[in-house]
């Protein structure tokens, strides 16, 4: 290792984090009791309501510029299954999970965001 230790953006064996390095991800079950099946930069999940998620940071942000994204699953059993991140704020934001226009809870969901 070269030692450069948190050098944002670089790209040579930075110790430490950057901006282009993810600040958090999730994986969980969204059954009528979430099951979280791996998870990092995060405190907890709460089930909000059916197809709603709201991830709760580990640390508070600096601001809620930040880009979480989140995707499901698919199977040949839930055509029209969207999902979709809401509500950024610096301790949280929502997933919703929608199945034909209907809120639905989420098969498995992944989770990743990036930023500040």
Not at 22 to 33: C, D, M
Not at 60 to 86: E, F, W
């Amino acid at each position: 290792m070269s030692g450069i230790i948190g050098t944002s953006h670089s790209r040579s064996k930075v110790i430490g984090r950057s901006q282009d390095t993810a600040i958090a991800w999730l994986q969980f079950a969204g059954a009528s009791a979430p099951t979280v099946a791996d998870s990092f930069g995060f405190s907890s999940l709460t089930d909000v309501s059916t197809g709603h998620y709201r991830p709760n940071f580990e640390q508070t942000r600096p601001n809620n510029d930040y880009a979480a994204i989140a995707s499901t699953q698919a199977s040949a059993s839930n055509t029209g299954k969207s999902i979709a991140v809401a509500n950024p704020i610096t301790t949280y934001f929502n997933i919703e999970s929608y199945e034909n226009d209907s809120s639905t809870d989420a098969y498995n969901c992944f989770c990743v965001v990036f930023g500040d």
